[in-house]
């Protein structure tokens, strides 16, 4: 059995101090190179698209009066005219 030094525990949580600061380290560099993956896979597959009139564009339902959670979250318009996109 051996017995508890005070001084052999100190150096220990000295180099556990050591290694969480490297582990958290570690973690934010996985975690930065994560978001950058996803920005990148985000970015390859995004099309731009232009909205001609006569379109069919759904629009998300701001207004929840008068709804219930099994109403529809979008609506749809058949036609699109930029003046009128703020028009509910």
Do not use: C
């Not at 490297?22 to 920005?39: G, I, S």
Request: no cysteine; net charge positive; charged share 30%.
């Amino acid at each position: 059995m051996k017995k508890y030094n005070e001084d052999e525990q100190e150096a220990h949580r000295e180099d556990d101090v050591i290694n969480i600061e490297e582990l958290r380290d570690h973690a934010t560099l996985q975690a930065a190179n994560y978001q950058q993956a996803l920005h990148q896979y985000h970015s390859r597959r995004i099309r731009e698209r232009t909205l001609v009139p006569g379109y069919l564009v759904l629009r998300k339902v701001q207004s929840q009066v008068g709804r219930n959670k099994l109403s529809p979250k979008w609506r749809a318009r058949t036609h699109w005219f930029p003046s009128l996109d703020l028009v509910p």
